[in-house]
Nanobody, 126 residues
């Protein structure tokens, strides 16, 4: 399995931007498709964005399309989530995750990911 560590969360105001990072170690990072999930209190963990092993394919949940951008740098073993025009409803714990399964975009479920980071809190005030 690959080990993942997220960073970059914080408290921001509506309309602000944040960039989350997820550093991977332990296995060949470029062999994994990556996803960003989020989980708000009382809600299920849901996928926000996904990126294929090469970075050639990216997909987004409708709720973040046009505002969030997922990217990866395989030379740095890192995946990013650029979040712009943040809204209070984006408040959640954000997790990155790695999957060895066939790339499925935002059709992935959490069970498809074998490695998870510890999560980073994003809070957007109105």
């Amino acid at each position: 399995q690959v080990q993942l560590v997220e960073s970059g969360g914080g408290l921001v105001q509506a309309g602000d931007s944040l960039r989350l990072s997820c550093a991977a170690s332990g296995r060949t990072f470029s062999n994994y498709a990556m996803g960003w999930f989020r989980q708000a209190p009382g809600k299920e963990r849901a996928i926000v964005a996904a990126i294929s092993w090469s970075g050639g394919r990216t997909d987004y949940a409708d709720s973040v399309k046009g505002r969030f951008t997922i990217s990866r740098d395989n030379a740095k073993n890192t995946v990013y989530l650029q979040m712009n025009s943040l809204k209070p409803e984006d408040t959640a714990v954000y997790y990155c995750a790695a999957s060895r399964l066939y790339y499925s975009g935002v059709s992935y479920s959490p069970a498809d990911f074998g490695s998870w980071g510890q999560g980073t809190q994003v809070t957007v005030s109105s």
